[in-house]
């Protein structure tokens, strides 16, 4: 389906690609690989059943995955009560009158949680090695913490070659912390990195890189990244078999469907 044409034109005179990390980049398929528990009397089944059942309360895919790690260990999980979500950082309920966190180190650092030195190198490895660490605090002890992998798709990094070979300055951008980012971007090839942005910044580096003179396309899987497809002068969101191409200033859209499953990589038709 094609609307409008000039943008199709756009598309030659892109000269910089942000590729959003988790769904893009990455499969955005998330699991828990990693346990560690840090509170000597918490056995790993009643972690996952405070922390699964805090994770019920939020619809993030880094939820889910805690939550079917939790269901997987046969965990009675219950919906958390005042349950809140903090932009960039995780969620906050309320678990019999005492607080219950669950999020990155940043969560921590903002609610004066300190972060035992004996874990940090640690913590390192899983990072280096691509992985989402959630840390999980109840009553201002810190619990434990979780260490989430997803695969990188793997086309991604011929892609971002052929990209750089046509004179397309790449950069990657996400809500995860520096040090995942920085692995992830590693393993693809892309040096130019924006981490822990906010899902409402992304509008920002769109912008920013559209005022030092580029013409910005921005390839997402429209969550958490909607407006920032918006405000590219191209934005394409990728899905499951499909890629879809718009430009709001000129009433383009293109949809390709892939209709034989799997067999074409939404990556791949970028270039
Ligand atoms: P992105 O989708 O790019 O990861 P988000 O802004 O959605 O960006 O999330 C940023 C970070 O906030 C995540 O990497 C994670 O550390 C933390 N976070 C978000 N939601 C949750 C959640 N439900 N549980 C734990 N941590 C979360
Ligand atoms: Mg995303």
């Known amino acids: 389906m094609i609307k409008g044409g000039h943008a199709l034109e756009m598309a030659h005179h892109v000269s910089a690609l942000i590729f959003d990390k988790t769904g893009t980049l990455t499969e955005g398929n998330l699991r828990v690989t990693d346990t560690i528990i840090l509170s ?6 009643k972690f996952y059943q405070l922390l699964g059942s805090a994770e019920m309360g939020s619809n993030h895919p880094i939820a889910r995955s805690i939550v079917d790690h939790a269901q997987s260990l046969s965990c009675n999980l219950s ?28 969560l921590l650092e903002t609610n004066n949680i300190p972060l035992n030195d004996s874990i940090e190198s640690e913590l390192a490895q899983l990072e280096e ?71 409402e910044q992304k509008v920002d580096k769109v ?3 559209q005022r030092r003179g580029f013409k910005v396309a921005m390839v997402g899987d429209g969550i ?48």
């Not at 499951?240 to 949809?255: D, H, I, M």
């Open 40 to 45: 000597p009397s918490l056995s790993e089944k």
């Open 79 to 106: 919906q958390p009560e005042e349950s809140t979500t903090i932009p960039g950082m995780g969620i906050q309920c309320i678990i019999q009158q005492k607080s219950f966190l669950a999020g990155n180190q940043k």
């Open 129 to 199: 090695q691509c992985k989402t660490v959630i840390f999980a605090s109840y009553n201002d002890e810190l619990l434990g913490l979780v260490a989430i992998a997803d695969n990188i798709k793997p086309e991604a990094f011929s892609t971002v070659k052929e990209l750089k070979k046509r004179n397309i300055d790449v950069w990657m951008v996400t809500g995860d912390n520096k040090h995942t980012a920085a692995a992830v971007a590693h393993e693809v090839g892309i040096t130019q990195i924006y981490a822990q942005v906010l899902p």
């Open 207 to 209: 912008l920013q890189l």
């Open 224 to 271: 958490n990244d909607s407006p920032s497809l918006a405000t590219a002068d191209i934005g394409i969101a990728i899905g499951a078999g499909t890629v879809c191409f718009f430009s709001s200033s000129s009433f383009f859209f293109l949809l390709i469907l892939n209709s034989y499953g799997t067999r074409i990589s939404p990556l791949n038709l970028l270039i």
